[in-house]
């Protein structure tokens, strides 16, 4: 709490000083420094080093003889403090041990009767008083012979004792005996914790004045063994008595940043809270006590006053077992034997040997996992057509089969999700095509062509060196291939919109773009041109032999780019047509194809053909062809 660090900041200031000043002063004026005597917050000395003006402290120095002692007095009471202690959880209130004048008679030259009375201000019930009480651990005590002594200033009550010389008891009885009438009396104090006591005293025998007799408040406890001289008090000047204080820690700003837990009737605190406070009710003011919990010592006043007690340091009840120290308490752990010890290195060593036999095992298992994972690798390499492959690209003059990549599986199927169905971009005669993401963020489309046999693979080889081979921009582009999985892979550029049946003949919410007879024009020149392209520019003439609308996809700026090779062929220059067993989409077919099985760049006209007019008419190409025998 910022004004507890204050507090004590400003008294080691105060006590600096008032050092400095009596290490100064002249040796004829030089006061001793004052007893080892404990002012523990919210007591204090110098300004802003206390509470409130009840719990200050200040240094007097009092005159024995020709030389000068400093004492701690509590101001507002003008005593004398012997020492001082904070509540510990076994009394609700703090107390404070003060020299206590005697009251005597027939101990000085003067011969009559002497009356002293001690007291401590009244209590305001309409404000704030004094905290201090006489607490019930003092006694009055009359010391001499025929003497009588009664507590004055005590409402609705008269407390007192006789003490007499006549001895009523054997030797041992008295030196076993407490103060009860022989040579010593005493008398309990009342129990509502009075503010106010005087003391009177009386000669019972007759002698008035002859022999001394004293009587006082204290919480010393005598004996008839040890009070015979009443002279020895009278010289001595005091007697300690015992107070209770309480603490004015109703103020929720003083208290709250103490960090204690605020008990209740029915509440109790855990090890982990240092200290705690509790409410009293003491002459129409009500207070909060507070004190180290059981396990901590240390001053609940001061944030973080509390302190963890290391019970191990000292006695514990822990035997030959180990003590552990904990935040209020302590606890006893078994000390280990050395058989028990040779067991817990013997089940160690064991666990240890079984955990790296796991290890290992794992380990070989990982590694011919991996092992078999490359040798599967390669099977499906070789029998996806990879040989064929490297043999296409060894004859190829003029391929550019050098220029795609050779993609592993695994990164595909981080790019597809693992070929989640929510990627499928469509399927075809040939395969499914997924939509994917390439680590460099680039868009691309995944085709997984279908499981095929050895006698197809020709067919998928004959797409990717026919694709390598072709640059055009009406032409969909290789980007790669991965040959590495159970069926074979083709990396395609990416093109976002959908193919030209969908546009033509479809209704969609996306389907917002017109398709106006200048686009389809359009279209229509951008498909003649590329194949064009592939009858006569490109290094070998490439048969379609698939071209329809479906075929036909159209990219971001709507542009017709040809796709699906799976049923093209290469043809030499010199060669006029092809002979192949009959393959294409119906409706799209050349009859003189479908009849004679003779493919030529006429037929990919043909099949050219089809498209405006299915177009035109917006009818299903199906329908616009009828073959007749």
Not at 29 to 45: C, E, K, L, Y
Not at 582 to 591: E, H, I, L, R
Request: net charge neutral.
């Amino acid at each position: 709490m910022k004004k507890t660090k204050t507090y004590n900041f400003l008294c080691i200031i105060e006590l600096s000083v008032l050092t400095l000043q009596l290490i100064n002063g002249s040796s004829s004026a030089a006061t001793p420094p004052p007893p080892d005597v404990s002012i523990p917050f919210p007591f204090g000395i110098g300004r802003d080093c206390y509470l409130n003006g009840w719990y200050e402290v200040v240094c007097n120095t009092t005159t024995s003889g020709s030389s000068g002692t400093t004492v701690p007095f509590l101001s507002r009471i003008n005593s004398e403090v012997v020492n001082i202690s904070l509540p510990d959880g076994n009394k609700p209130y703090g107390v404070v041990h003060i020299k206590g004048p005697l009251t005597s008679l027939g101990c000085s030259s003067s011969s009559t009767s002497q009356v002293s009375e001690m007291s401590l201000p009244n209590l305001n019930v309409t404000g704030r008083g004094s905290p201090y009480f006489f607490t019930d651990e003092n006694r009055l005590v009359v010391v001499g012979c025929g003497t009588k002594a009664l507590m004055t200033d005590i409402e609705s009550e008269i407390l007192g004792c006789e003490s007499s010389c006549e001895a009523s008891k054997s030797s041992e009885e008295v030196t076993n005996s407490i103060c009860d009438g022989y040579k010593c009396c005493q008398a309990r104090i009342p129990l509502e914790r009075p503010q106010v006591i005087g003391i009177s005293i009386e000669k019972t025998d007759g002698t008035r004045g002859k022999g001394c007799s004293v009587a006082f408040l204290t919480n010393k406890r005598y004996t008839p063994i040890n009070v015979t001289e009443p002279e020895r008090f009278h010289a001595g000047g005091y007697a300690v008595v015992e107070l209770g204080c309480y603490f004015d820690t109703s103020d929720s700003r003083f208290r709250n940043p103490l960090g204690c837990r605020n008990m209740t009737r029915y509440s109790s605190y855990s090890s982990f809270d240092s200290c705690s406070c509790e409410y009293d009710y003491f002459s129409g003011i009500s207070y909060r006590i507070c004190y180290c919990n059981c396990g901590y010592t240390g001053n609940p006043y001061l944030r973080h006053g509390c302190i963890d007690i290391d019970e191990c340091e000292g006695h514990h009840n822990c035997g030959e077992g180990t003590c552990v120290n904990m935040p209020g308490s302590y606890s006893c752990e078994p000390k280990i034997t050395k058989p028990e010890k040779a067991s817990v290195i013997q089940g160690v060593l064991i666990g240890l040997g079984v955990l790296f036999f796991i290890l290992g095992i794992l380990r070989v298992y990982k590694f011919s996992k991996k092992r078999r994972r490359i040798i599967r690798s390669k099977n499906f390499f070789k029998r996806n057509g990879g040989l064929l492959l490297k043999q296409q690209l060894t004859t190829s003059k003029h391929g550019k089969v050098e220029m795609s990549r050779i993609f592993s599986s695994k990164e595909l199927k981080k790019a597809t999700d693992n070929f989640s169905m929510n990627r499928v971009l469509g399927q075809g005669g040939q395969g499914t095509v997924y939509k994917g993401m390439l680590v460099d963020g680039r868009i691309v489309a995944v085709k997984r062509s279908k499981v095929v046999g050895e006698d197809k693979m020709e067919e998928f080889i004959n797409e990717v060196v026919l694709l390598s081979q072709i640059n055009h921009r009406n032409i969909v582009k290789l980007m790669g291939c991965c040959l590495e999985t159970e069926v074979p892979i083709l990396v395609y550029e990416y093109i976002p919109n959908e193919d030209l049946f969908k546009r033509l003949h479809e209704k969609s919410e996306s389907n917002d773009y017109t398709m106006t007879w200048e686009v389809r024009l359009r279209i229509a020149i951008e498909i003649a041109g590329a194949l064009s392209y592939m009858h006569s520019a490109a290094s070998f003439p490439i048969y379609h032999r698939d071209i329809k609308t479906t075929n036909i996809l159209l990219d971001e700026k709507y542009r017709a780019r040809v796709s699906d090779f799976g049923t093209s062929r290469s043809i030499t220059i010199d060669q006029t047509h092809l002979t192949t067993l009959v393959a294409g989409t119906f409706g799209y077919m050349d009859p003189e194809y479908f009849l004679s099985s003779q493919y030529t760049d006429k037929s990919d006209v043909y099949s050219f053909g089809i498209c405006p007019e299915s177009g035109v008419k917006k009818e299903e190409d199906w329908q616009l062809i009828s073959l007749r025998p």
